[in-house]
């Protein structure tokens, strides 16, 4: 095992050594100096993600407040599994940069992910704005060579009930924007802020290039995260081949592959 993890040993003991978890994580994704290799957080990466498959901080996570009542919020409308929410927290938690930036989630269906994030960023006090954009009536065209899914698919979401509930929660930092991500998001990244955490989870190779290509170079300059929910998918060959093109093009080394994606843009 890692020898990071002899800091996370004793977790029996937990909740009482809640605080030393904290510490820890805090410790490693500031103290880069020795982690960094190839453009990415290395150790960051194996705390969060072997933490969470082999059950090491997922209770720590799962006692969070914050963590509790985002995750209450969304009961029933998110499809992003349980497991990358608390990835999501993790990295909005310990590993944003301080300085001030914006989220954009390309793909949100009912909005249960993007309203989990708007209320993590909210409590956390991440000052920035969180977009989230989709069509709201269902994917639009997919390659029927490549991609697995159809334009039947996620026809069932609806733009004004989101809005409702964003309104009825108060979540004033999370702003919906309809319409296909081809129409919308370089208007929307001329007037954002640099991007400190991109998510994608729009299911199709079409939809995930155009996404990538176009918010790369809005990323934050102190290493935005890229999290990919589909790639790991046996539905994501399509975004799976996207993702391949884009780490080809820019030498980009993966931070973590479990419970999804996460690259660092631009490296640390
Ligand atoms: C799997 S759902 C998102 C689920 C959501 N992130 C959650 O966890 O609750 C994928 C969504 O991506 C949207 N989508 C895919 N390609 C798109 C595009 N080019 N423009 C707008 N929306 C798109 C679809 O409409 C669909 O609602």
Redesign the pocket.
Known sequence: MHPCFARFQNLAEFPHRAHAVDQALIDFHQNKTSSVIKGRNVIAGYVRGWGLQFNIIRSFVQQDPIYIESLKLVEG????HEVSLMNIFLIMKYGLPASCGDII??????????IFIANVAKKLGITGTVYA????????AADPTLDFLTSND?KN?SFESLSERISKLGLTNLIPIK????ETTSNLLKYSQKILLSYL????Y??TH?ALSTVLPHMHAQGGYLLLHDPIHSNGLGPLQAMEEMIEAHQLYAEQAYPHMVYRYPKL
């Not at 989630?105 to 993007?114: C, T």
């Not at 319409?179 to 081809?182: D, E, L, R, S």
């Open positions: 409308i998110h499809l992003t989630e390309f793909g949100s269906y009912r909005g249960g992910s993007a954009l989709d069509t709201f009536t269902g994917l639009p996620f979401a319409g296909p991500f081809q989870d729009c299911k199709t079409e939809s155009y």
